[in-house]
């Protein structure tokens, strides 16, 4: 292995064990975890995403045996890492999707997934990414086109004597995880915005200008405007995940078309795709206190009241035609009786430990 190669498998490792011990910090670590979405299920789907973070980052860091031993050689470690980078790259990409599909359910479509639905899609999901990692060997591998898993330049991957494979059981993942997420994330938005609403039987798209946007809350409740500013920081996670996929997927496509793209610019892509589990860590962290409280919210299952197009006058809204929300009202009954109830057993606790007089 020349110099140049070395420094840029070394510098590829360390990448990805940054990322490695991002994702291992945020386990670690209680205060970066959500503590305030226990009636849903999306602190497991991201746990499943960063656990995939982890996985690719790991099948990277492998990479330093081959610095150790100045080039790459095959055999079973060498089918090892590119399994385990295969696998690691398409559940990202999986759980990437998951994760947006729940919160497009969960804040655009207003279902409450349930425990047993959220286990089985955790190991339907585990499942289906072990078996396009097995099918390779097991099933597409053939002795004239040799070992399915094998050195892939600099280190091990898929092989080149499987392009098509390379590009439709990986890439392709890749980038269909992330057009779909960015559209599930927009169509959040404009949900909850007000700007996309569903009356009468039709969906209907409406845009205002900025200093008609108080005609957007009206059709906003209390989940949709506790969730506004939250949604509009989780979009990164798309966009940040395709501006990461992009570099490399370029660089690839280039090779398989017989451009010649030289090792730094391979290396260089390669770092910015393993930063992934890197990026969600610190995305997560800047954006988890922009998060509401859940706790504190209604039922995520509460249906939306319809907001009929009478509301919307000549001259603005017409005093008094708004009726009164009686899931609010009975909400903050709920409510104030489990505070009083909470200020009573505090109360009945603090009396319970006075000294006997």
Not at 50 to 73: E, P, Y
Not at 117 to 123: L, P, R
Not at 316 to 331: H, K, L, N
């Amino acid at each position: 292995m020349a110099y140049a190669e070395l420094a840029g498998v070394i510098c590829l490792a360390l990448a990805a064990l940054l990322s490695l011990l991002s994702v291992f910090l945020y386990f670690m670590k209680s205060s970066l975890r959500l503590h305030n979405y226990g009636n849903t299920h999306i602190h497991g789907y991201f746990k499943a995403l960063l656990l995939a973070n982890a996985v690719q980052s790991f099948g990277t860091v492998l990479n330093f045996k081959w610095a150790a031993d100045g080039g790459v050689t095959s055999g079973t470690f060498c089918s090892a890492q590119g399994g385990i980078k295969q696998a690691g790259n398409v559940a990202t990409a999986l759980w990437s999707f998951v994760l947006a599909l729940h919160l497009f359910n969960l804040l655009f479509l207003r279902f409450k997934s349930s425990n047993a639905g959220f286990w089985w899609t955790i190991i339907g999901g585990w499942t289906l990414v072990a078996f396009i990692v097995v099918i390779g060997p097991a099933a597409i591998q053939t002795a004239a086109k040799g070992p399915y898993f094998g050195i892939s330049g600099a280190w091990c991957w898929i092989t080149s004597k499987y392009p098509q494979e390379q590009i439709f059981l990986e890439y392709f993942l890749e980038y269909l995880s992330a057009g779909f997420c960015l559209v599930l994330y927009t169509s959040i938005f404009l949900r909850i915005r007000g700007n996309l609403v569903h009356e009468e039987g039709k969906w209907s798209l409406r845009f205002l200008p900025r200093g008609e946007s108080w005609q957007l809350s009206l059709r906003r409740d209390l989940i949709d405007t506790s969730m506004l500013h939250a949604v509009k920081q989780m979009m990164w996670y798309p966009i940040v995940y395709t501006f990461l996929i992009i570099p490399i997927t370029l660089a690839r496509l280039s090779q398989f078309a017989g451009a010649h793209v030289p090792f730094w610019a391979t290396v260089v892509t390669d770092i910015i795709f393993n930063l992934t589990g890197f990026a969600n860590v610190l995305l997560f962290a800047s954006t988890r206190k922009l998060l509401p409280d859940a706790r504190e919210l209604p039922d995520f299952s509460t249906a939306r009241k319809d907001v009929r197009k009478s509301l919307w006058k000549a001259g603005g809204v017409t005093p008094f035609t708004i009726a009164r929300s009686d899931t609010a009202e009975q909400f903050n009954i709920e409510r104030l009786a489990r505070v009083e109830s909470a200020h009573s057993s505090r109360r009945s606790s603090l009396e319970s430990e006075k000294p006997a007089q």
